[in-house]
Structures are given as structure tokens and as C-alpha cells.
């Protein structure tokens, strides 16, 4: 398994030098991988219904909402349409992203190949416990 990590979530994460970015792509267990093309209508239509729901969830305007979290949604679907992968996972621990791509991948007709997780999911919901992902 490989983390395909967007190059706006590398920002988010102190960019390709931070110690914690520079250990995962140097012992290949993460890649750094584009955007979807704005030409793709599958993968922009995704974003954009991860965005509204994004938006609805935390009672933002749509134009505030973070780019990244929307982008995992079309990301998703381009990957396992483009590549004929048997699946692909998508981890957050952001809960109204979680919400939003799960929205855009049932929206597209995705829930079979496109499998949504957030780190309560991985680890349970203890509050008690702290734990960063990268």
C-alpha cells in the first residue's frame, strides 16, 4: 500500500522537506500526486458535491470551504477510473470532509471500488487517546 499525497496536502503538512513528509516519500510508502484535471467532469463534479457538503456541514460559504478536502473526492474517483484499480482508500480525520467525500463518491456510483475512513474508524473513538496523523 501507498499514500497517494496530493501536492496541496503536503503543503497543509509543512511541505516535501518536513521531517515527517521526507520520511514517507524516502522510504516509499507515500507519493506525491497531482490534482484532477479541471477538464475532468467526473472528478469536478465529485469535488464540487464533497465542497457543498463540506460547506453545509460547518455552516460555511461554499467559496471558504478548504480545496484540499473537496479534491480528495474527484482525486478518488480518477484514480480508480483512470487506473483500473481494484480500490482505493481515502483516510481523513477531518469528520466533514468524511461526510463530503463519502457524499461525492455515492453521488458518482463509487461506494463499490472507493472505501471512505476517518481515524475514528482505524482507532476507535476514544477521546481520551491522541493521535496525529501525518
Request: glycine share 8%; charged share 30%.
Amino acid at each position: 500500500m501507498v499514500c497517494k499525497l496530493p501536492q496541496r496536502v503536503i503543503g497543509e503538512l509543512g511541505g516535501p522537506e518536513t521531517d515527517r513528509v521526507r520520511t514517507a516519500l524516502d522510504e516509499g510508502w507515500a507519493t506525491i500526486i497531482d490534482v484532477p484535471s479541471p477538464t475532468d467532469g467526473d472528478a469536478v463534479a465529485a469535488s464540487d458535491i464533497a465542497k457543498r457538503t463540506i460547506a453545509n456541514e460547518t455552516d460555511q460559504p461554499e467559496h471558504e470551504v478548504e480545496k484540499t478536502d473537496a479534491i480528495l473526492a474527484g482525486l478518488a474517483i480518477q484514480y480508480v477510473r483512470d487506473r483500473s484499480t481494484a480500490g482505493v482508500i481515502v483516510l481523513t480525520d477531518d469528520k466533514p470532509a468524511k461526510k463530503g467525500i463519502e457524499n461525492a463518491v455515492r453521488a458518482q456510483g463509487y461506494t463499490d471500488t472507493i472505501a471512505v475512513h476517518g481515524l475514528e474508524d482505524i482507532i476507535g473513538d476514544d477521546s481520551g487517546d491522541s493521535m496525529r496523523l501525518i
